[in-house]
T-cell receptor
Framework: AQSVAQPEDQVNVAEGNPLTVKCTYS??????LFWYVQYPNRGLQFLLK??????LVKGSYGFEAEFNKSQTSFHLKKPSALVSDSALYFC??????????FGPGTRLSVLP | ETGVTQSPTHLIKTRGQQVTLRCSSQ?????VSWYQQALGQGPQFIFQ???????GRGNFPPRFSGLQFPNYSSELNVNALELDDSALYLC??????????????FGPGTRLTVL
């Protein structure tokens, strides 16, 4: 079965410090990988995606993600966290002709 | 904003009732997917509609059904509501192309509470 794992339920980081939100996937083939963010009482907002090419993907709001095929990981990163980055983050994988599979989510809290 | 709208925003129903949720897709998109997001969990795929036909289904019973209209808007219908159906229901629209890459754009969701 295809799955996406986010091993941390919660990540706490001080404002201004770098942040990492982890994601690993178990999906056949060469999946497309995505990160979405969800603010309270809102739908999911697209951050970035990996399709092919450079393993470091840059996205919205200063976020980036590093694809590592050998480790089947796609960790989300930001060099300097903001309090406004506090939200729920979801990693997702998708293969051609198949459905999106989402991870369980990681709650990021950026402390002032 | 993604341009994907959902209605209603909130809904309260009782067990055994039926509910219809609506979604208007982003302009130019031909595919709509529906997800159920229970509290504290990630979205779970319910089904997808492409060109008015079901194009994939997750592990949900037949009492979850849907429609897609010629303008690509969509409905999700749930019959015989159960308490566990209480969740945020998300609609996502996308453009299905030959490349198979269909980045999804999500609506704000409908929060359904079943009492």
């Amino acid at each position: 079965a295809q799955s996406v794992a986010q091993p941390e339920d919660q990540v706490n980081v001080a404002e201004g410090n770098p942040l990492t939100v982890k994601c690993t996937y178990s999906v056949s083939g060469n999946p497309y990988l995505f990160w979405y963010v969800q603010y309270p009482n809102r739908g999911l907002q697209f951050l970035l995606k990996y399709i092919t090419g450079d393993n470091l993907v840059k996205g919205s709001y200063g976020f980036e993600a590093e694809f590592n095929k050998s480790q089947t990981s796609f960790h989300l990163k930001k060099p300097s966290a903001l309090v406004s980055d506090s939200a729920l983050y979801f990693c997702a994988a998708h293969n051609y002709g198949q459905n999106f599979v989402f991870g369980p989510g990681t709650r990021l809290s950026v402390l002032p | 904003e993604t341009g994907v709208t959902q209605s209603p925003t909130h809904l309260i129903k009782t067990r055994g009732q039926q509910v219809t949720l609506r979604c208007s897709s982003q302009s130019g998109h031909n595919t709509v997917s529906w997800y159920q997001q229970a509290l504290g969990q990630g979205p779970q795929f319910i089904f997808q509609y492409y060109r008015e036909e079901e194009n994939g289904r997750g592990n949900f019973p037949p009492r979850f059904s849907g429609l897609q209209f010629p303008n690509y808007s969509s409905e999700l219908n749930v019959n015989a509501l159960e308490l566990d159906d209480s969740a945020l229901y998300l609609c996502a629209s996308s453009l299905t192309s030959r490349s198979g890459h269909n980045e999804q754009f999500f609506g704000p969701g409908t929060r359904l509470t079943v009492l």
